[in-house]
């Protein structure tokens, strides 16, 4: 579980990072408008945020793990959907170049 926690918090990185890329590109958009506003003005404070979001709730769910017997299986599910996000960043930008 402590693996697929470093990935997800990896992983949310690497999103972040390729998201405020392709908005300063112009070839992506962000749906959510809270996120879009965020990553329009002000991209650094707004990763900032969403990193430490996501690591306090990693840290939550780590801790909680072993009494949720079904945390594991959900922290899988959000490994793969992470890597899913990410992959089709990367794809995104291999078929705009």
Do not use: F, S
């Not at 949310?12 to 890329?21: K, Q, S």
């Not at 900032?48 to 299986?73: D, F, N, S």
């Not at 996000?85 to 794809?91: F, G, K, L, Q, S």
């Amino acid at each position: 579980m402590r693996n697929r926690c470093l990935w997800i918090l990896l992983l949310t990185a690497a999103d972040i990072i390729a998201t405020a890329y392709g908005i300063k590109l112009g070839i992506m958009q962000e749906a959510n408008p809270l996120l879009a506003y965020g990553m329009h003005n002000h991209p650094i404070l707004t990763g900032m945020c969403i990193m430490a979001l996501v690591a306090g709730a990693l840290v939550i769910m780590y801790r909680c793990g072993e009494k949720v017997k079904w945390l594991p299986g959900v922290t899988a599910a959000i490994l793969a959907i992470k890597v899913l996000v990410v992959v089709y960043e990367i794809y995104g930008y291999a078929i705009m170049i």
